[in-house]
């Protein structure tokens, strides 16, 4: 399906749960092109209700929504949480390190419990990757993954593409998709859930995405996903739209993956002289948490012109309410949701 763009919003997509036939959001992997677009949509009146002093809906009134953390987080379990509640759902944040886990108890029992307690959705983030998948398995709700593992980050995709989206409208260009974008993913790529969803998301929606690292922090084989591979951080740069740059993951890393973070810096950082080499008007992408001067300058990640890094937090908050609105609207029996896989 390829709307255009100017069809209506309900006219773009196929009617109630056909247009989003999942019940889980676990990794942009499983998603169709138009199940992508459908979601940004869904978003935009998200991102107008945010803009405004009073930020409440009660579409989600009365369901009740956990967040399971099993691993640090800021930007996504603040706005998972802020998504609930202007949402108007009960939200409970279960913290790992706090919880029974550290008793001992195994991820299907933690699901098994959360499941009793008949959450209207789960959103886990676990350092295992797959395990947001066995929970899916266990439990009779939606479950959405905040990040598992190196494997993806499907909102954290999401979210980049309508941060994307909106910057480039805002310099005039109309397009729905990426198509003619040349996107460069810089850094850990090895370790990077990011980096995993971000590649076939822009992909999906028409983007040339390069992907630069070491050769020691380039996963083996990725060029079979449809990346172009780089590991000269200036000649990834030659005709780049956008700059996603991604931390090293050190967490991740067993043993030495760089030789030091000075080196990195000099090699892969993105300095305000290596942006130049791009173009003009190339915009830059940062997930967060930012290492600065390692990764990143700060004079390139604080460019007002340049820099969209606080646009993509705002859009995860639009985007998170938009996934949560779309996976809960089976249990609230929204007309034509009932049917949903
Ligand atoms: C990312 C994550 O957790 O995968 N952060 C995020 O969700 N904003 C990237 C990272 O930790 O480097």
């Known amino acids: 399906m390829t709307p255009s763009d100017t069809t209506p919003h309900a006219a773009r997509y196929p009617a109630g749960s ?18 992508i677009l459908f979601l940004l949509d869904e978003a935009e009146q998200w991102v107008d209700l945010n803009r405004q002093s009073a930020k409440h809906s009660d579409a989600l009134a009365g369901l009740t929504i956990i967040n399971a953390f099993f691993e640090n987080s800021t930007r996504t379990l603040l706005s998972f949480e802020i998504a609930g509640k202007r949402l108007g759902a009960d939200v409970v944040n279960m913290h790992a390190a706090t919880s029974s886990v550290k008793k001992g108890e195994t991820l299907i ?35 959405l993954n905040a990040g ?27 397009a729905d998709d990426f198509t003619g974008q040349i996107i460069v993913i810089c850094g850990d790529i090895l370790h ?12 999906a929606l028409g983007a040339t995405v390069r992907l630069c690292a ?9 060029e079979a996903m449809g990346a172009e591979v780089f590991h000269d951080f200036d000649a990834a740069l030659q005709g ?7 931390r090293l993951q050190t967490e991740r890393m067993s043993g030495q993956f760089i030789p030091s973070a000075r080196e990195y810096h000099h090699l892969y950082g993105l300095t305000k002289t290596r942006l130049a080499q791009a173009s003009d008007q190339t ?26 890094i606080t646009q993509q937090v705002e ?11 779309v996976l809960t609207r089976r249990a609230r029996q929204v007309e034509g949701w009932g049917d949903a896989a």
Do not use: W, Y
């Open 18 to 35: 056909l247009a989003f036939p999942h019940r889980d959001l676990l990794g942009i992997g499983h998603l169709e092109r138009h199940e």
């Open 109 to 143: 029992d933690t699901a098994i419990t959360l499941n009793a307690m008949r959450a209207d959705a789960i959103v886990i983030r676990h350092g295992s990757s797959g395990a947001t998948g066995l929970i899916a398995d266990k439990v009779d709700c939606p479950v």
């Open 148 to 174: 598992d593992g190196q494997h993806e980050h499907p909102t954290q995709a999401l979210l980049d593409a309508l941060a994307l989206r909106h910057a480039l409208r805002e310099r005039g260009q109309q």
């Open 192 to 203: 990077s859930r990011v980096a995993r969803s971000n590649l076939l998301c822009l992909q």
């Open 214 to 222: 070491p050769p020691a922090l380039m996963p083996a084989g990725i």
């Open 240 to 246: 780049a739209d956008v700059i996603m740059m991604l």
């Open 283 to 308: 915009l830059v992408m940062h997930p967060g948490p930012m290492n600065r001067g390692v990764e990143i300058d700060s004079e390139v990640a604080d460019m007002i012109d340049r820099s969209i």
């Open 315 to 325: 859009m995860g908050v639009a985007i998170r309410m938009a996934c949560l609105d």
